[in-house]
C-alpha cells in the first residue's frame, strides 16, 4: 500500500495562497485517481478536488476556480494549488489515491490549513 506524506498547510490570510503538496512512498503512475479530501471542525470530509490518469478532474463547487490540482508522476507527487482563500476553506486536507476518488485505498495523515480574516 502507497503511504501518502502531506506538506504546505499553514496559516495565511484570506485572499492568499497555499500549494499543498501530497508524496508518495511508492511509484502512482499505475494509480487512476487522485485527489484532496478535507474535514472541517465538526463537518463532514468532502472530496475538494480530484484528477485521473486520463487527465479527467473533479471540484467542489466552492473551489471552483480557485483550486487546481496536479500530479507529478515523475516525482510520485500531488498538488493541491489553493488561490484566493476563504475562511470556510479552513480545514484539515488530505490525500487521497487510489482506482476511485470516492473509494481510495490510501489516506495520508493530513495538514492543516487555517484561513484568518
Known amino acids: 500500500q502507497v503511504q501518502l506524506v502531506e506538506s504546505g498547510g499553514g496559516l495565511v490570510q484570506a485572499g492568499g495562497s497555499l500549494r499543498l503538496s501530497c508524496y508518495a512512498s511508492?511509484?502512482?503512475?499505475?494509480?487512476?485517481?487522485v485527489g484532496w479530501y478535507r474535514q472541517a471542525p465538526g463537518k463532514q470530509r468532502e472530496l475538494v478536488a480530484g484528477?485521473?490518469?486520463?487527465?479527467?478532474?473533479n471540484y467542489l463547487d466552492s473551489v471552483k476556480g480557485r483550486f487546481t490540482i496536479s500530479r507529478d508522476n515523475t516525482k510520485n507527487t500531488v498538488y493541491l494549488q489553493m488561490n484566493s482563500l476563504k475562511r470556510e476553506d479552513t480545514a484539515v486536507y488530505y490525500c487521497v489515491v487510489g482506482k476511485s476518488w470516492f473509494r481510495p485505498d490510501s489516506w495520508g495523515q493530513g495538514t492543516q490549513v487555517t484561513v484568518s480574516s
Open positions: 484528477t485521473t490518469s486520463s487527465g479527467s478532474t
Open positions: 511508492g511509484s502512482i503512475f499505475s494509480i487512476n485517481a
